[in-house]
């Protein structure tokens, strides 16, 4: 065995001995309560069938062929920026390959050397790699503190960039926007707002949360990614025209890449459509979330137990007791998974449970009783 070999082997044994070595599983059977399809979208033989009727007409090559700025552009994907615009109330938008390359280009592009990043202690960790990517200093503030948001405000320097999520990925709460907005505007700082898990969800048609608060005007940039309601892959970045020029020019994840092929943008757009007459928030509420968080809160309490979220996070704060919950839920047909460090911080391993439109009242008490069982 080489050294390299060696090492590569040692780092996995460690993981292994810590319970948090990370494995792939194939799909299952079980009733889905963990991924990020919300409105159910990706399993949907409706929406399947109306973009293979599409495809039929549009399709004219596999792949994209190229990156956007060689030949893999099309009116369609042009078309589709602006529709995406109009639909979140912004001025424009540019189109990524997934959410993880949109924050990874925007962070690593727009804020210059001398500037600040400040972001919330949680954001995912593409907004940490596009800041590694990038030259400008940043700081974290604790996660939703505002007091503590305004005295990393008080030391930025330049051009200040701060970058939150509507709603948290592994915690499902959600960040206070109209507060971070005032202080915003009190420091002349830009606000990023990473809207992955709240497209579909929040606001009438499933605009996101910076919508649902009319907070468009207030917002410098904003990413809608398609990998979770919308069922499909890739991501917007929403805001000025002059911000989507940029992007174009120096956005290394969107120039250095083939273009999403037509099938995803196709996607895309029926996706779209078919959200515009589905309120998340009505089916969800009455039906699933009352009912899920009421049972459960007999036995645990979580800060997304307090607000309307897709996601509810149920911390064990250790990774064999997270991974053997998660095996006895699933022994009894439900699919609920652990999550783990380093994805959270040590000692805040948890459940995180999703709730879709599909899941039915009963299959939710039941989940709710199990876990009641087990905790
Ligand atoms: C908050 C957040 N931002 C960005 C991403 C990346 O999106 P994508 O899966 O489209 O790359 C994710 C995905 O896990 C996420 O949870």
């Known amino acids: ?35 990020n399809d919300y409105l159910g979208f990706a399993r949907s033989k409706e929406l399947m069938d109306k973009v293979s009727a599409e495809l039929k007409k549009e399709l004219k090559a596999g792949g994209s062929t190229g990156s956007r700025l060689i030949t893999g552009n099309s009116q369609y994907a042009e078309d589709l920026e602006v529709f995406l615009a109009e639909y979140h109330q912004a001025e424009a938008g ?19 050397r001398n500037d600040t990043i400040i972001h919330d202690e949680l954001v995912h960790a593409s907004v940490r790699d596009g800041i590694r990517l990038g030259l400008t200093k940043s700081y974290a503030f604790k996660h939703n503190d505002l007091s503590h948001l305004e005295t990393q405000l008080k030391r930025a320097e330049n051009a200040i960039f701060v970058v939150v999520e509507s709603v948290y990925s592994m915690d499902g709460d959600l960040a206070p926007l109209k507060e971070i907005c005032f202080l915003c505007k009190k420091y002349k700082a830009h606000l990023i707002v990473d809207e992955a898990h709240a497209t579909g969800v929040f606001g009438m048609k499933g605009e996101g949360r910076v919508v649902e608060l009319d907070l468009q005007s207030q917002v410098f940039a904003r990413v809608h990614t398609f990998g979770k309601a919308i069922g499909g892959h890739g991501a917007v970045v929403l805001g000025s025209s002059n911000l989507r020029d940029y992007l174009m020019n120096f956005a290394r994840s969107f120039v250095y890449t083939t273009a999403l092929p037509k099938h995803s943008l196709v996607w895309i757009k029926n996706a779209y459509d078919t959200m515009s007459k589905i309120n998340y ?75 879709h439109t599909f899941n039915s009242k009963t299959e939710v008490g039941q989940l709710a009783e199990l876990l009641i069982k087990h905790l």
């Open 281 to 355: 928030k009505k089916l969800i509420t009455s039906e699933l979330q009352v009912l899920f968080k009421t049972k459960i809160q007999q036995v645990v309490s979580s800060p997304s137990f307090d607000v309307f979220s897709p996601i509810i996070s149920i911390n064990i704060g250790d990774s064999m007791r997270t991974k053997s919950l998660a095996k006895s839920v699933q022994k009894d047909g439900f699919d609920v998974r652990a999550i783990l460090s380093p994805t959270v911080p040590m000692g805040t391993e948890r459940l995180r449970i999703c709730l």
């Open 1 to 35: 065995m080489s050294t390299t070999d060696e090492r590569l082997s040692s780092k996995l044994e460690l993981r292994e001995s810590k319970g948090l070595l990370r494995q792939l599983s194939a799909e299952s059977d079980l009733i889905d309560f963990c991924s």
């Open 94 to 112: 540019l189109i990524f390959n997934s959410g993880y390359d949109a924050n990874l280009g925007l962070i690593s592009a727009i804020p210059g």
